[in-house]
């Protein structure tokens, strides 16, 4: 599966399942998109390829460590690593195909903005759940035959 930002300049491919997704509603993930919540999910490093644009990534680091890449042309959030570098946030509306993935978790529902009205139908999470946690939580179930 392939993504880019809004120009195309920046173009990625994602090897394998896609994970499920979480929407974060914490306040700096509403400054990074100008919404409600950041729509994402988490990929392995082994699984994620820059195809072109990667030079025009920029960066920008709060002094709390929060890390935010973007083209430099359009200044569409872009993919990152985190923090132990094992796997990369993606951001799911630069995805180019529709893929078959659910929104799974809710996440720092506690620090939503006061006008942000949650969805049911996931589950919520006042903060933060351990790494381990959510990543159990957002792998794809298959079903039950």
Same mark, same amino acid.
């Given at each position: 599966m392939k993504g880019k930002c809004l120009c195309g300049a920046v173009e990625f491919e994602l +090897?394998?399942?896609?994970?499920? %997704?979480?929407?974060?509603h914490c306040s700096l993930c509403r400054k990074v998109t100008g919404s409600s919540a950041n729509a994402a999910f988490r990929i392995g490093a082994d699984q994620f390829n820059w195809i072109r644009g990667e030079q %025009?990534?920029?960066d920008?680091?709060? +002094?709390?460590? #929060?890390?935010s890449q973007f083209c430099s042309m359009c200044g569409s959030p872009l993919p990152n690593l985190t923090g132990d570098d094992s796997a990369y946030w993606v951001p799911v509306g630069l995805l180019e195909d529709s893929a078959e993935i659910e929104l799974v978790a809710h996440l720092f529902v506690g620090s939503r903005a006061a006008w942000d009205v949650v969805a049911a139908g996931a589950e919520? #999470? +006042?903060e933060?759940? +351990?790494s381990e946690a959510l990543d159990r939580l957002l792998q794809r179930r298959k079903p039950v035959i």
């Open positions: +090897d394998g399942e896609i994970p499920n %997704l979480y929407q974060c %025009l990534i920029s920008y680091v709060t +002094d709390t460590g #929060f890390k919520h #999470f +006042d933060m759940p +351990d």
